[in-house]
C-alpha cells in the first residue's frame, strides 16, 4: 500500500500521518520494532528500497514512512523511485509493506513538483491526500473543534479574532489556543473556582496573542519598501534586543515577503484585491497591507529578496552564518 500525504499544512498532514502510525502500532506491531522513518531530502535509492522492500520470512508487516523525498536535489532518484514503486504497485515486487511519503510543500512548488512524474503518479494513488492551507471560514471550524477537544469553548467572535490574528498557520494556532486555555485555567484556579466550562472570550485573545500580523514586521518591510534603510536597521535591531529568536525572526520575515511576493505576482495578473484574498486565502488585512507594501517592489526585486532569505535560512541550519549578520547585509546591500 502506498499513501501520499502532502502540501503546505504541515499541521494537518502530522495529525494525519501520527494518526497512520498510532493505528499500525496499536492493530500490527505494538513494539513499534516495524516502524521506519527514512529522510527521502538525503537518501538514497538503495536505502529507500531497503526500507521499503519485501519482508523477510522472519519479519513482520513494515510501515516505511520517507519524509520529504521531493526536497532531494537528485533528478535521478525521481525516477528510480518512480520506476520502483510502479513495479510494487503493478505486483512485480510482492509484500504488504505500506510506505508512507510525507511531504511539506508549499503552494509555489506544488506547481512546479505536478510536472514531475513521481509526484504525478503518487497523487494518483488512492490514498493521497493534499493538505492545503485552510480558507478563513475553514481555519475557524477548525479552531472551534480544537478548543473543544482541549475541553473549553468560545464564542463566535472570540474565534473570529484569533483567526484572523493568526491566518491559517495551524501549529500557531494550536500552540496560542494552548496558552490562553492554560491562562484561562491559572485565572479559574486562582479565584478558587473548581467547576464550569472554560470559556474563552474576545478579550482574552486581545490581551494574550501576538498575531502573525505583527505590526513591527510590516513596519520592517515598510521601511525596506521605502529603501529607508536607517530605519529598517534600528527596527530590525529592536526586533533582535526584544529577545525573538534567530528562527522566529527569519521566519516572520520570510513569510512576510512571500506573502508580498505572492501579490505582487497576482496584481501583475490583474486580479482584484477581492480576487487575492480568495485566491491566496489570506485574511483581508494582511492583503491590504501587501498590496500598500508592494508598490515599491518590482516582481524581480522580490525574487531576489526572497532568493537571499531562502540562502539565510540553509546557511543558518548548516551552522555556516549567523542569522542576525546575514539579514544585517541583505538590508544594507538592497
Same mark, same amino acid.
Given at each position: ?6 502540501? $503546505? ?52 508487516? @513494515? ?11 537528485? /533528478?535521478?532518484?525521481?525516477?528510480? #523511485?518512480?520506476?520502483?514503486?510502479? &513495479? ?20 509555489? $512548488? &506544488? ?8 509526484? &504525478? ?8 491526500? #493534499? ?9 475557524? #471550524? ?11 469553548? #468560545?464564542? @463566535? ?11 491559517? +498557520? ?24 473548581? +467547576? ?7 478579550? +482574552?485573545?486581545?490581551?494574550?496573542? @501576538?498575531? %502573525? ?25 529592536? %526586533? ?9 525572526? =527569519?521566519?516572520?520575515?520570510? @513569510? /512576510?515577503?512571500?506573502?508580498? =511576493? %505572492? ?11 477581492? &480576487? ?34 531562502? $540562502? ?20 544594507? /546591500?538592497?
Amino acid at each position: 500500500m502506498i499513501i501520499f500525504l502532502y502540501g $503546505e499544512d504541515t499541521f494537518r498532514s502530522r495529525a494525519k500521518l501520527n494518526e497512520l502510525k498510532e493505528k499500525f502500532i496499536r492493530e500490527v506491531d505494538p513494539s513499534g520494532n516495524s516502524l521506519m522513518v527514512v529522510d527521502g531530502g538525503a537518501a538514497t535509492m538503495e536505502r529507500i528500497s531497503e526500507a521499503a522492500g519485501p519482508s523477510s520470512l522472519f519479519s513482520r508487516k @513494515r510501515m516505511v514512512i520517507i519524509e520529504n523525498l521531493f526536497s532531494s536535489k537528485s /533528478q535521478v532518484i525521481f525516477e528510480q #523511485a518512480l520506476d520502483y514503486f510502479r &513495479k510494487k504497485e503493478g505486483g512485480k515486487i510482492k509484500d504488504d509493506n505500506i510506505v508512507i511519503f510525507w511531504d511539506s510543500i508549499s503552494k509555489e $512548488e &506544488k506547481l512546479t513538483k505536478a510536472k514531475n512524474e513521481l509526484f &504525478k503518479f503518487l497523487a494518483k494513488q488512492k490514498f493521497s491526500a #493534499a493538505f492545503d492551507p485552510l480558507s478563513n471560514t475553514e481555519a475557524m #471550524a477548525w479552531a472551534k473543534k480544537e478548543i473543544e477537544k482541549k475541553g473549553a469553548s #468560545a464564542g @463566535r467572535e472570540a474565534i473570529a479574532t484569533l483567526t484572523s490574528l493568526l491566518g491559517s +498557520d495551524l501549529w500557531f494556532v494550536s500552540s496560542e489556543i494552548e496558552k490562553i486555555i492554560n491562562y484561562k485555567a491559572a485565572q479559574k484556579l486562582s479565584l478558587g473556582a473548581k +467547576d464550569g466550562n472554560l470559556t474563552i472570550e474576545t478579550k +482574552d485573545i486581545l490581551n494574550l496573542v @501576538r498575531g %502573525q500580523f505583527d505590526e513591527n514586521i510590516f513596519a520592517l518591510t515598510d521601511a525596506i519598501s521605502n529603501k529607508n534603510k536607517a530605519l529598517a536597521m534600528k527596527l530590525f535591531e529592536e %526586533q533582535t534586543e526584544a529577545g525573538l529568536t534567530d528562527f522566529y525572526l =527569519l521566519s516572520m520575515i520570510t @513569510r /512576510q515577503f512571500r506573502v508580498l =511576493l %505572492q501579490i505582487r505576482q497576482a496584481l501583475d495578473s490583474g486580479l482584484t484585491q477581492r &480576487k487575492i484574498i480568495n485566491l491566496l486565502k489570506l485574511h483581508p488585512y494582511v492583503v491590504q497591507k501587501g498590496i500598500n507594501q508592494t508598490r515599491n517592489f518590482s516582481l524581480d526585486l522580490l525574487k531576489n529578496i526572497f532568493s537571499r532569505l531562502a $540562502e539565510i535560512d540553509y546557511l543558518m541550519k548548516t551552522g555556516e552564518g549567523d542569522v542576525k549578520t546575514l539579514l544585517s547585509m541583505m538590508i544594507v /546591500q538592497l
